[in-house]
């Protein structure tokens, strides 16, 4: 089974600043891969970035970077140099079983 | 590429109804999976499809079922609505069973039950 912790239920960041945002997860897959997500208030699921368990550097994806630390199971979001555009929900999730499993999220807010 | 589609956008049901929601994954995209969210249990997988056929269920009762076409559309329905299934329902496809790296997903139907 899979399971996703996110820790922090809310954030607030002065914008310009960079931001992480907290993931841990536990699987029993060898094999498994760990997303991303970001939720405005309309509420489509917009995909921002995907790390490999095998893949040996961490992802980036412009201003989003995936700080990936296997041993720990931890899969942080960075994003540097927030933008008021960012505020949203940030959902972190593991695929599994043929299916995604999602943390609780973190409502991140930037403040102008 | 056009993106996931999903309609309607918007549904108001009452108790007792049934529903169902569309779905069109991505060009090329073989499969489809279906999430509900409400602000109680979060983020939940009902049910993944790939080439017509349901390969994994979530928990949840026999009142929601779904299929898929043969061009990879899907539907999902919900019998005898109850107000616990007013929620944003959510559809991702991705290009097989093991594209772990893509997860793509729709704007979502929010349903709400009166």
């Known amino acids: 089974a899979q399971k996703i912790t996110q820790t922090q239920p809310g954030m607030f960041v002065q914008e310009k600043e960079a931001v992480t945002l907290d993931c841990t997860y536990d699987?029993?897959?060898?094999?498994?891969?760990l997303f991303w997500y970001k939720q405005p208030s309309s509420g489509e699921m917009i995909f921002l970035i995907y790390?490999?368990?095998?893949?040996?550097q961490n992802a980036t994806e412009g201003r989003y970077s995936l700080n990936f630390q296997k041993a720990r199971k931890s899969a942080n979001l960075v994003i540097s140099a927030s933008q008021l555009g960012d505020s949203a929900m940030y959902f972190c999730a593991t695929f599994g079983n043929e299916k995604l499993t999602f943390g609780t999220g973190t409502r991140l807010t930037i403040i102008p | 590429k056009a993106g996931v589609t999903q309609t309607p956008r918007y549904l108001i049901k009452t108790r007792g109804q049934q529903v169902t929601l569309s779905c069109s994954p991505i060009s090329g995209h073989r499969s489809v999976s279906w999430y509900q969210q409400t602000p109680g249990q979060g983020l939940q997988f009902l049910f993944e499809y790939f080439s017509e056929t349901q390969r994994n269920k979530g928990n949840f009762p026999g009142r929601f079922s779904g299929r898929q076409f043969s061009n990879s559309r899907s539907e999902m329905n919900v019998s005898t609505l109850e107000l616990g299934d007013s929620a944003l329902y959510l559809c991702a496809s991705s290009l097989s069973l093991v594209s772990y790296n893509e997860q793509f997903f729709g704007p979502g139907t929010r349903l709400t039950v009166l």
């Open positions: 699987t029993s897959d060898p094999s498994y891969g």
């Open positions: 790390q490999g368990s095998y893949d040996q």
